[in-house]
DNA sequence: CAGCATAGGTTTCTAGTTGCAACCGGAAAC
DNA sequence: GTTTCCGGTTGCAACTAGAAACCTATGCTG
């Protein structure tokens, strides 16, 4: 009733790619660590200290996320002691999603514009609110979304069409 | 080096509301009962089948949900022995989060389409890949970002200024 | 080179979480 | 009034998170 928003679904595990997506990034403390990484650290003691994590569960969540192809794990040619995590452009693609949690967050959680803002380098003013857009650039809202099958959807510009 | 996107951070967890985001959807099952009820449905039994929860840990999640105001709990006024789940509008605040890393997934992890597709009802063309855009609209990457503290930030229309 | 510090883990042990299965209590259906 | 359905709870086994100590390889200092 009311929203438009019901998908035709039967099975949702082996469609949907939100329990994949799940599977790399659901754990506990997997995503603190991709911010830590999108912030500059890159080391083990770093993300250690920085996020008060225990020992044991970083290197864990660290090779997982290496396994996974989010971050990518280098040692260091000056100082062979010391390991490199650096985010590959796949974790890099984790952004949007980083940062829509993060906003909502903001305004739904702590309600406060949280100290370290991101913002454009051109003109040094905060990035918009991530959004839902239609494939020409509308902001879709509750009321414009609905779930459709494959052969309901009309070939457009705005994803590769599946043929 | 080169990625302008390093972010001043010395204590992360109370700047950040990340960490808030995740207290409340960080959990194992969290984004897939907020999924299935994005795709409608209500009922504990419709979750419980649907998602192959255990039930205990279905009612503690469900319970968990309602005290973050993700979900409403209301009673079935036809049948009583009927409770219902209902997003609200905190709750339905996740989409572009969950189309975020769900687009993710699509793209990194299992590579297809996804079989429902959300579309817009307009003309039923697929919605837009979410993005981080700058406050005027234009889509930002990689090189576009810098993490600015408060006194750093021009004045923008984009967010509300934190005066 | 000896001796200490540092980086990145691993091991051990404890406490909490997850998951299955069985049970329960109130409300409807028959 | 017995049976079925809905939304849980309870008990118990297996797994996972967390704190702290320990380990190994390297680098640094004198």
Redesign the pocket.
């Known amino acids: 009733m009311g929203n438009g928003l019901r998908e035709p679904l039967r099975e949702l595990a082996n469609k949907c790619s939100l329990p994949a997506a799940l599977e790399a990034m659901g ?3 997997s995503f603190l660590i991709l911010r830590a990484s999108f912030n500059g650290l890159h ?4 993300f250690q200290s920085e996020l008060g ?5 970083l ?2 969540r ?1 090779g997982r996320l290496v396994d996974h192809g989010i971050l990518a ?1 280098t040692p260091v040619a000056d ?5 490199e995590y650096r985010l590959t452009d796949k974790g890099f693609a984790l952004l949007p999603t980083m940062v829509a949690l993060r906003q909502w967050g903001e305004r739904w959680e702590t309600g406060t514009p949280a100290t370290p803002v991101l913002v454009d380098t051109r003109d040094r003013k905060p990035i918009a609110p991530v959004q839902v857009m239609s494939h020409d650039g509308r902001a879709l809202d509750k009321g414009d979304l609905v779930w459709a099958l494959p052969e309901d959807v009309a070939e457009a510009g705005g994803l590769r069409a599946a043929e």
Not at 79 to 83: A, L, Q, T, V
């Open positions: 754990e506990r403390w080391h083990f003691e770093e994590i225990a020992r044991n569960i290197a864990n660290l794990r100082d062979r002691r010391k390991i």
